[in-house]
């Protein structure tokens, strides 16, 4: 069984393909209704609603300076209206997130932000869909997320007008213009409807105090025009940012708020109250400073234009913000809290019910609803506004409660198949024949647990069947938690055959090596212990007799271990120091005394100038970016016999590796490369073989060094900010190939090197491929704990980044090696030397 490659592969990948899932996977309560709006004899506090949003600005600029930078509407917060900081619930992933949050009352998590990457993003419940008309000022990419937006004619909302730059206060004039143009236009069709919400966005970067003041006046001049036209005193306004930028972590800072102002119909002035206060003018006279989250002023501009939130809304209406009666006011507490209800219900519902789960059960809200309905009606509207607004963040709770309630149970689901998987592998490292040692194969167990193990595992597959189909668990989560049932079933199989396994004590320096490689994940110099401590014992024999080369590549060895300690090479950008890489890949083959043709000199040595005019003068990047490409290609299809094939191989990846670089990680790269082969080539004096457990070993230390040796993966963030720094530039269709060529390319470097020292590695593929898998699945089963879907959006891509690339390690390590002999070998590979 398993004896394919392809079979080997699709379980390796299926355990990805689980974790995937569990971390993708939609945990929205799915489609909702939206609460009825009772009629009530009083009309709603305004009716319609003008959002006013400047880009990139922080509470700490508008609120600075005792509110100098901002004196017209100073004059009104003086006098009416709310001010008041927003503050971001959650870590933001995407720049639209912020807008999300606003209009809908729903925080985009990252799973919700990676779904919009792969496909469509699904269209969301928004204020937009719940007022009766809606008018928008803003970017195309926006309204793709707000459909229901209708678009003003004087503007087009995809771009702004043709004769308008793309300076940030142009853009901002712009917007006014055609608000202006709209309002003397055609206001006057909607004198007398209700429910309209203005939405509009005035684009820029972080404001300075300078141009605060121009951003005021604009703010100014369209709120008096919107007064003209709309003269019944029934507008409500409101005036924030987009959250700042939505890499910045929210650390409850002024710097990372924003700030809004609320005003208008059917706002209440407060004028002092416990907590926070904000000097608001030259005397020092301080004002409350309300601090809310997004979702809150959702609900709030649902309550000012009663209409009902949206439906997945997880907004709270803050108290005593409306200038209303407490007959409406109420109601708009109990139509909040019943929204947050329904979400709750159907949450619920989606997950076991005779698992004991959050203590808030269908019987207390149940009660909810028929104590707040019997409030109601007994006309005691404090009491029900007091009932309601206490029960909320109870309902909030059992929403994030029942969010991510499964995916414990799924990654020990997956950690189940994952060692079910190692075992599996472990039958494969078959011994063909007796080794010295007769202790270090090991039988199966007996035929009777055998068939013990196979009854239990079917027991409790099927009573897992039972169970999920009783409590309708979602396919999705059925199918990962029957992942471990499919990895045993395999694995009873193959000991069903009674393998010849090696034992646990000949598996305990690949488990050494694994725990050297996983310890680089939190310091670097972990691995750079392992790589010295394995370099040196598989070279012992060379310290009895020592030379030149001996010294040389003790030399190498130490460096390369010291290197280390250094601060990450990836990622920065040091010209001088790619300048003496450039050198160094010229005058290395010479140094060696390695014998080329005149083209592989002649090619890449234009290369290599074009890099130094690339990076010197840098007058035509284009001719450095074809260049790059075309020698690439170069590389790919073309061969000249040569009787140094090795060599070949070595100066021209070395080359087409220098051209990724923006720092010395080229010298560091092929000084790795120059120990590996110095090494091997001291056991070939000795006439010493590897077997493919050394090789296998070979491979797992050098590959994963040549990384961390110069960086990690969050440095790939770093190196992508700088890509265009390199020879090959940065093109939105590129750029995904020169990452992967960058993390690949040493790998095929320390490949060639071993194959062309060592070329009947050949007949021992299966078994490197099978010991390969068996370590980088334990690696893996140990980087899975470390994924998360919480916090900075760099720490997110880059622990999921780590497990991916560490479990298809294996299959990344046969695709290189079947290029080699099929694509490459063909020409470079197949005429190494004997």
């Known amino acids: 069984m398993l004896e394919s490659y392809k079979s080997l ?12 899932i569990i971390y993708l996977r939609s945990t929205s309560p799915g489609n ?46 003086l006098h009416e209206g709310l001010v008041g900081i927003s503050r971001p619930e959650t870590t933001t992933y995407h720049p639209l997130s912020p807008y999300i949050s606003l209009f809908s009352g729903y925080n985009e998590d990252a799973a919700r932000v990676a779904r919009g990457w792969m496909r469509k993003p699904d269209p969301i419940d928004s204020i937009f869909d719940r007022s009766k008309l809606s008018f928008a000022w803003t970017t195309a990419k926006l309204l793709l997320r707000f459909p229901r937006i209708h678009r003003p004619m004087p503007m087009r909302l995809q771009t702004y007008d043709a004769d308008v730059t793309k300076s940030c206060s142009e853009l901002e004039d712009a917007v006014c213009r055609s608000v202006k143009s709209f309002l003397f236009g055609e206001s006057r069709q909607f004198r007398n409807a209700t429910g309209v919400v203005f939405f509009i966005h005035m684009t820029g970067v972080e404001p300075s105090c300078e141009s605060l003041q121009r951003i005021q006046e604009n703010v100014w001049k369209l709120y008096e025009h919107f007064e003209k036209s709309f003269s ?40 002092s109250m416990p907590g926070r206060s904000f000097p608001a003018n030259d005397s020092g006279y301080r004002l409350p400073l309300h601090v809310l989250y997004p979702p809150h002023l959702t609900a709030l501009m649902s309550a000012l234009l009663g209409v009902p939130p949206p439906v997945q809304s997880r907004g709270m209406l803050p108290r005593g913000m409306l200038n209303a009666s407490v007959r409406y006011e109420a109601n708009a507490m109990l139509t909040n809290a019943r929204q947050l209800l329904a979400q709750a219900r159907r949450l619920r519902e989606l997950h076991p019910k005779r698992i004991p789960a959050f ?17 109601k009606d007994q006309h005691r509207f404090k009491a029900l506004l007091e009932y309601s607004c206490n029960f909320m963040p109870v309902l909030v709770k059992a929403m994030d409660y029942f969010k991510n309630y499964y995916r414990t149970v799924l990654v020990i689901a997956v950690s189940l198949a994952e060692i079910g998987w190692i075992y599996c592998l472990r039958c494969h490292l078959t011994v063909g024949r007796k080794s ?9 167990t007996s035929s009777e647990k055998l068939v013990f193990a196979r009854g239990f595992h079917r027991l409790l597959t099927a009573l897992l069947v039972i169970f999920m189909m009783l409590e309708r668990i979602p396919l999705m989560v059925q199918v990962v938690l029957l992942t471990p049932s499919l990895y045993w079933k395999v694995t009873l199989k193959i000991l069903g055959e009674r393998p ?7 598996l305990i320096s690949s488990a050494t090596l694994i725990l050297f490689c996983l310890g680089a994940f939190y310091r670097r110099y972990i691995l750079a212990v392992g790589y010295l401590g394995f370099a040196g014992y598989n070279n012992r024999e060379a310290f009895r007799k020592r030379g030149l080369q001996f010294y040389l590549w003790l030399l190498l060895l130490l460096g390369l271990t010291g290197v280390s300690a250094l601060p990450e090479s990836l990622g920065c950008s040091q010209p001088r120091a790619l300048m003496f890489s450039i050198l160094l890949t010229l005058l290395r083959p010479l140094a060696c005394g390695v014998y080329l043709n005149l083209l592989t000199w002649l090619s890449n040595i234009l290369v290599l100038l074009v890099a130094c005019e690339f990076i010197l003068v840098g007058w035509h990047p284009w001719i450095a970016y074809m260049v790059s490409w075309i020698y690439s290609g170069y590389l790919a299809i073309w061969n000249r016999r040569s009787l140094q094939a090795s060599e070949l191989v070595f100066f021209n990846l070395s080359t087409l590796y220098t051209l990724t670089c923006t720092s010395y990680e080229s010298v ?64 939105s269709l590129t750029y995904g190939l020169v990452m992967v060529m960058k993390l690949l390319l040493p790998w095929l470097l320390v490949l060639c090197v ?51 690339v560490v479990h298809v390690f294996p299959l990344l390590w046969l695709l290189l090696w079947r290029l080699a002999q099929h694509k490459v070998g063909s020409k470079w590979m197949s005429q190494l030397p004997g």
């Not at 609460?35 to 319609?48: S, T, Y």
């Open 232 to 271: 019944d005193r029934r507008t409500a306004y409101l005036f924030t940012s987009n959250l700042g930028d939505p890499k910045t972590q929210s650390d409850c800072s002024l710097a990372v708020e924003s700030p809004f102002f609320l005003w208008g119909s059917g706002v209440a002035h407060i004028k």
């Open 359 to 375: 203590w808030l059960n269908f019987q207390m809200m149940d009660s909810f609803l028929r104590d707040s309905l019997g409030l």
């Open 668 to 731: 560091i790269i092929q000084m790795l490369a120059m120990e590996l082969q110095m090494a091997l080539r001291m056991k070939l004096e000795r006439n010493e073989s590897i077997g493919p457990k050394t090789a296998a070993h070979y491979i797992l230390v050098y590959s994963w060094y040549s990384l961390f040796v110069i960086g990690s993966f969050p440095a790939f963030d770093d190196y992508l900010d700088i890509l265009h720094e390199t020879c090959f530039g940065y093109l």
């Open 32 to 77: 909702l209704e939206p609460q009825k709006m009772e009629p009530l004899k009083e009309p709603p506090p305004a009716d319609r609603l003008v959002v006013f949003v400047r880009d990139g600005l922080s509470a700490q600029t508008f609120l600075g300076n005792r509110c100098r930078d901002v004196p017209r509407l100073r004059e009104l917060f």
């Open 9 to 20: 592969a699709l379980l390796q990948l299926l355990l990805l393909l689980s974790v995937m």
């Open 500 to 506: 010849k396994m090696v034992c646990l004590k000949s």
């Open 754 to 804: 071993l194959v062309g020292n060592y070329r009947n590695l050949a007949s021992h593929e299966r078994q490197i491929f099978v010991r390969l898998l068996l370590m980088s699945s334990s690696m893996s089963l140990v980087l899975l704990y470390r994924v998360t879907s919480v916090g900075p959006w760099r720490e997110i891509l880059c622990r999921f980044a780590e497990f991916t």
């Open 436 to 444: 010295r040692n007769q202790m270090e194969i090991q039988e199966v």
